[in-house]
Nanobody, 126 residues
Framework: VQLQASGGGLVQAGGSLRLSCAAS????????MGWFRQAPGKEREFVAY????????YYTDSAKGRFTISRDNAKNTVYLQMNSLKPEDTAVYYC????????????????????WGQGTQVTVSS
């Protein structure tokens, strides 16, 4: 599957952005989806995860209460709504797809992902 992330940009602290990740090439609903980010000089870190059907989500602690991951399987797209942004959220954000069993839970958020998008830059100014 090919993944194309978009929606990044420059925003002031406290603002919002909505990232999108459009998938093509395979059946989107076969994949659980995750968002990751990598800040300059730091390792890539997990941000959010959503199961194949979209009924369950999981977030890193820093994203809880501010970010919301969702998906529209009819549009082959996963979203990351980011509110109350902070300068420390500045990073390149990547979407990733993972083959998991149909009714698997959020415990699959760890481990290897099968496909990655190209990343979209999010910059939060103070």
């Amino acid at each position: 599957v090919q993944l194309q992330a978009s929606g990044g940009g420059l925003v002031q602290a406290g603002g919002s952005l909505r990232l999108s990740c459009a998938a093509s090439g395979r059946t989107f609903s076969n994949y659980a989806m995750g968002w990751f980010r990598q800040a300059p000089g730091k390792e890539r870190e997990f941000v959010a995860y959503i199961t194949r059907i979209g009924g369950n989500t999981y977030y890193t602690d820093s994203a809880k209460g501010r970010f919301t991951i969702s998906r529209d399987n009819a549009k082959n797209t996963v979203y990351l709504q980011m509110n109350s942004l902070k300068p420390e959220d500045t990073a390149v954000y990547y979407c990733a797809a993972k083959i998991v069993p149909l009714y698997s839970g959020t415990n699959y958020y760890t481990g290897r992902y099968d496909y990655w998008g190209q990343g979209t830059q999010v910059t939060v100014s103070s």
